[in-house]
């Protein structure tokens, strides 16, 4: 199990906020031009940064919930539901954010994947730093 240590003094507090929106404004990068890419130009970033931000924010509320309310029920499968809804869950807010079919938020959920990929690859080449893992090889 992963543990993990908030920050607890102010200072820290406003560096960890300030670093994930750091990361929320890098991240849109790639979802902005896979939007634009599967809906022919008509993607706008703000689109691109509230389906990053509803997305991660719906997946954790879908899986927390089913998690916690089925896992006393049903045991161990509850995690994968709960993934599995949680997925759900954010392509119907990229579908939302932009105004298209299951089949294109599932495009733009894997372009914008490949791009990061991209980006990843260039950053390690370049500059020897690298996104948080993100990919299964």
């Known amino acids: 199990m992963v543990s993990f240590n908030f920050p607890t003094d102010p200072v820290s507090i406003a560096v960890y906020l300030l670093g994930l929106i750091i990361l929320w404004i890098i991240i849109s990068i790639p979802?902005?031009?896979?939007?634009?890419?599967?809906?022919?130009?008509?993607?706008?970033y703000g689109q691109a940064m509230g389906a990053t931000l509803g997305g991660v924010i719906v997946y954790y509320i879908?899986?927390?919930?089913?998690a916690y309310f089925l896992g006393s029920v049903i045991g161990a499968p509850a995690d994968a539901l709960a993934l599995i809804l949680g997925l759900?869950?954010?392509?119907?807010?990229?579908?939302?954010?932009?105004?298209?079919?299951?089949?294109?938020?599932?495009?733009?959920?894997?372009?914008?994947?490949l791009i990061l990929l991209v980006l990843d690859f260039l950053l390690i080449a370049a500059f020897n730093v690298a996104f948080p893992k993100f990919y299964p090889f």
């Open 31 to 44: 979802v902005y031009f896979a939007g634009k890419a599967i809906k022919g130009g008509n993607a706008g």
């Open 62 to 66: 879908v899986y927390l919930v089913v």
């Open 88 to 113: 759900i869950a954010w392509l119907a807010v990229f579908r939302a954010s932009f105004h298209t079919s299951w089949i294109g938020a599932i495009g733009i959920v894997f372009v914008a994947w």
